[in-house]
């Protein structure tokens, strides 16, 4: 334990600042809205608690890692913010259930607010963060792992909501199932919960967890800051670090949405500005964006990501603030390795999400300097 | 024919203007004074004068004012306020005022109470109100003299009985509290809606002494007709709205000045530069309207989540200070500010001001001229670069495309502003001192419409169809002629997992004032 406390490193304000951005970013709209989650996380720091984030390669291959993060509606999520332990009773649930010691946090999806949950968890149970997570951005079911996707199982798992209700979740017989089972208890518990899955072994996580996700959402915020400051594109900054594309720029024109199975479905209508007038662009919206068509052509698709900004100030915009009226650029950045193999693809590609007429093309990869 | 009253009272100056259908009478400018009625009372005495019109043949009277927004970013004058929310246990690890800035807070008194109440998404309770506590925080208010409270509950914008109910039994400890609900001021966003709620509590009592004032100089100056303020969107509200809801004027001063701008010169597409005697505003012209923020905007350092335009200040005036050398001049931030007209050296002071700059450089003709004709050229030369570059980098924030539009100049400064800032072409307006002023004078009507549609046999479309003739129908009622109506803010929020597909739905749509009848 004390070689593992040595190999982390400290966050600061500042790095949660960043890490705000950076999540918001790789959110793609979703994973719930990171500044209520970095409020959080600054209280928690003012409260003196140590956030630590912890390289991969430190972790022994026997060390057990409990993913954790908030299930639900992000919309809800704005509005009933948590009592703030919940992530802590989920953790010392799941240890008591079975008879096990936690050597390190991890994070099931690096976009949005659940970069900040295992962060806050972590910070009061005086354990590091593993430098890694599930889903390298943001996706709207658990089963959308990497660790659900190359065979953890995620049961027995805790949720746990404000009230202070614990649930156990014994045995899902796929991950799937879980999703499902889950997602009923959060409707049951006010629809915004947080939930803790069975403990991976460092050896699984090393090899199947997205690697340096907290380094790079830092990195990604920290690029924003520095070109607003220094008065430079920060979409050209994003596109730079990420090997990005800046797709599209246009005004919404138009929000229909629609709730279906628990989940906020949209689809926005973008009319083009600048180099892009007078195109037509659309994105479809499953709590995050999914799909980005220009023209009619599907351009984008999951799981690459489709980044929508503020047009001029760089800053990531989520599903629930999309507004009519307002003025956005969208980027394509592409995602790692891990989510295009086929068997990724049959769990995150278009048609899990309901559209097996799109095939997946990946974007380039992003060059590795 | 109509005969409209536009006032402008800002932080330096009081403007008034006098508009006979689209033709500006007179335009007048008068410094603000502490209490606010008497610049007023000078203003509207002097445009009155050089319009030469009779008293009782003004029609109705506008009011844009940055007052309140000016309290809230300036800390004064703002009332201790207890901030209750309701939502335990939820809600527990971020009380009420959290992300405001310390000082904020403290000036506000920082008395935030959490107590167990609100409900769920599905309307069901996080749990029953604690009505003991809100009764012990009642007796608190009154022990510690607290003087207005904000009430906001989890999912008010759903269900707002529990504000109410908190609001009742506040009242029957304090009768004479002022209580504002959460669920009156904003939209799902707990804190945001929280702190808008919060902060208007705080302004309660400088709402009444401001609205008392200008009732007292509309009616001083003999003038009985209707009298309106400007809100955000720059539309219009009435006299007793204001009263109640002062956050809604935050953000009406840009507004105002570029629809005014926009309206002085014809012109709908523009960058508008306002120059005022410490900062410069700079926004966005988008077919006649001010473009909007489409992040949350911050006041005074506190997010909230109005409608506002998109607007960017430097620290660029015309009682900027001017320092250094010709190889390494500074020019602001650091202003005179209102003291323009005792410090600069054209008025006989000795303090060297951009406005001294540009009437030593032949750009401008006010004071004294020859207090400045022993200016060193390379100094006015330097100066005058540094001053368009400032305006270049502002401008340059505020474009949105490569095409070469306008730069309409307004406010007192504008005398600063180049021919040509970069490859843009500068229009400085007839009238460009008082464009706030106009702007007020020609503010909307508007007509909104927010509830829950149940969408049950219904499309979404025709939902919104029905909202939008609604909130048309009541904007023509309150004088809109009905040509010029547009939509504004078009909003639904389906209300999740709710039996029957409710939906919230939000229109709002504006349009020009009509003629008025007479009589």
């Not at chain 1, 024109?253 to 600048?274: S, T, Y």
């Not at chain 1, 999309?322 to 956005?328: A, H, K, N, T, V």
């Not at chain 2, 945001?192 to 302004?203: D, F, G, K, P």
């Amino acid at each position: 334990m004390a070689d593992l406390k040595e190999a982390a490193w400290t966050l600061t304000e500042a790095d949660i600042d960043a890490l705000e951005i950076g999540a918001g970013i790789l959110g793609t709209g979703g994973g719930g809205n990171p500044y209520i989650g970095k409020l959080r996380a600054r209280e928690a720091l003012r409260a003196g608690h140590v956030m630590r984030v912890l390289p991969m390669e430190a972790l022994g291959d026997e060390d057990r890692v409990v993913s954790l993060g908030g299930i639900g509606a992000p919309l809800i999520s704005f509005e009933r913010i948590k009592e703030g332990r919940e992530g802590l009773r989920c953790l010392r649930a799941l240890e008591q259930r079975l008879d096990f010691t936690a050597a390190a946090v991890a994070c099931e999806e690096i976009g949005g607010q659940n970069a900040m949950e295992p962060l806050i968890t972590a910070a009061m149970a005086g354990l590091p963060v593993v430098d890694g997570d599930g889903m390298g951005r943001a996706f709207p079911e658990m089963q959308m792992t990497t660790y659900s996707i190359y065979g953890h199982s995620s049961t027995p798992s805790v949720m746990c909501d404000p009230h202070g209700n614990v649930v156990t979740f014994d045995h899902a017989i796929t991950e799937k199932w879980h999703e499902t089972m889950a997602r009923a208890c959060v409707i049951a518990q006010g629809g915004a919960s947080t939930l803790a899955s069975a403990p991976m072994t460092g050896a699984f996580f090393k090899r199947f967890a997205i690697p340096g996700s907290y380094t790079q959402a830092i990195g990604l915020g920290r690029a924003v800051m520095e070109a607003r400051q220094a008065h430079e594109d920060p979409i050209a900054a994003i596109c730079k670090r990420e090997g990005g594309r800046h797709v599209f720029s246009g005004k919404i024109k138009d929000i229909h949405r629609h709730f279906r199975g628990g989940f906020n479905v949209g689809e926005a209508e973008i009319e083009g500005l600048d180099g892009y007038r007078g195109s037509q662009a659309h994105i479809t919206i499953q709590n995050e964006f999914l799909v980005f068509r220009r023209d009619g052509e599907v351009e984008v698709v999951v799981p690459d990501l489709v980044v929508v900004l503020d047009l001029d100030s760089g800053l990531p915009i989520t599903t629930e603030l999309l507004r009519y009226g307002q003025r956005i650029a969208v980027l394509a950045l592409p995602c790692h390795e891990l989510l295009r193999s086929e068997d990724a693809l049959a769990v995150i590609g278009p048609a899990a999400f309901g559209f097996p007429e799109i095939e997946y093309t990946p974007l380039p990869a992003k060059e590795t300097p | 024919m109509v005969l409209r009253l536009g006032i402008d009272v800002g932080g330096t100056n009081t403007d008034a203007v006098i508009l006979r259908d689209r033709e500006v009478l007179a335009g007048v400018k008068r410094s603000t004074t502490e209490d606010v009625m008497s610049g007023i009372s000078q203003a509207l005495e002097a445009v009155i004068a050089e319009a030469g019109v009779e008293r009782d043949a003004i029609d109705v009277t506008m009011l844009g004012t940055t007052h309140f927004t000016n309290a809230v970013i300036e800390r004064r004058a703002l009332d201790p306020v207890a901030a209750i929310r309701l939502g335990l246990p939820a809600t527990a690890c971020l009380p009420p005022m959290v992300d405001w800035p310390e000082d904020l807070r403290a000036e506000v008194g920082g008395h935030a109470y959490m107590v167990r109440g609100g409900f769920e998404f599905d309307g069901r309770e996080i749990a029953a109100l604690d009505e003991a506590e809100i009764r012990r925080i009642g007796s608190e208010i009154t022990e510690k003299g607290i003087r207005a409270a904000a009430i906001s509950s989890v999912f008010s914008p759903i269900n707002r009985e529990m504000e109410e109910r908190a609001r009742d039994i506040l009242r029957e400890v304090c009768p004479d509290l002022p209580v504002v609900l959460s669920s009156e001021i904003g939209r799902i966003g707990l804190l945001e809606r929280e702190s808008a709620a919060i902060m208007n509590a705080s302004l309660l009592s400088l709402s009444a002494q401001t609205v008392d004032a200008f009732d007292r100089a509309l009616a001083e100056a003999g003038l009985n007709c209707p009298f309106f303020v400007t809100q955000n969107d720059g539309t219009l509200m009435g006299a007793d709205t204001v009263r109640r809801f002062p956050v809604l004027t935050f953000a009406s001063g840009p507004t105002n000045s570029m629809r005014g701008a926009a309206f002085l010169t014809g012109v709908k597409d523009a960058i508008v530069i306002d120059i005022g005697g410490t900062t410069t505003d700079v926004g966005a012209l988008q077919h006649g309207f001010p473009r909007q923020a489409s992040t949350v905007v911050d006041v005074g350092g506190v997010r909230t989540n109005f409608r506002m335009p998109d607007v960017f200040s430097v620290g660029l005036g015309g009682g900027s200070l001017v320092q250094g050398s010709p190889e390494d001049i500074q020019v602001g931030p650091k202003s005179v500010g209102y003291r323009l007209t005792k410090e600069a050296r054209v008025f006989g002071g000795d303090t060297l001001t951009t406005t001294d700059i540009a009437v030593a450089s032949g750009m401008a003709e006010v004071g004294n001229a020859e207090a400045v004709a022993d200016i060193d050229p390379a100094l006015i030369a330097a100066a005058k670069e540094k001053i368009a570059a400032i305006l270049e980098a502002a401008v340059e924030r505020s474009r949105v495309s490569p095409d070469p539009i306008p730069v309409i100049a307004v406010g007192g400064g504008s005398i600063l502003a180049p021919d040509r800032i970069g490859d843009l072409e500068v229009l400085r307006p007839e009238n460009f001192a008082v464009a706030n002023a106009v702007g007020a004078a020609i503010a909307q009507i508007s007509g909104e419409v927010d509830r829950i549609f149940a969408l049950e046999g219904r499309t979404r479309e025709d939902c919104l169809a029905e909202a939008e003739r609604e909130a048309s129908e009541s904007a023509v009622a309150s004088g809109a002629t009905r040509e010029t109506l547009a939509v504004i803010e078009r909003e639904d929020v389906p209300l999740a997992y709710l039996p029957g597909n409710a939906t919230r739905i939000h229109v709002k749509v504006v349009g020009e004032m009509g003629a008025f009848q007479d009589g």
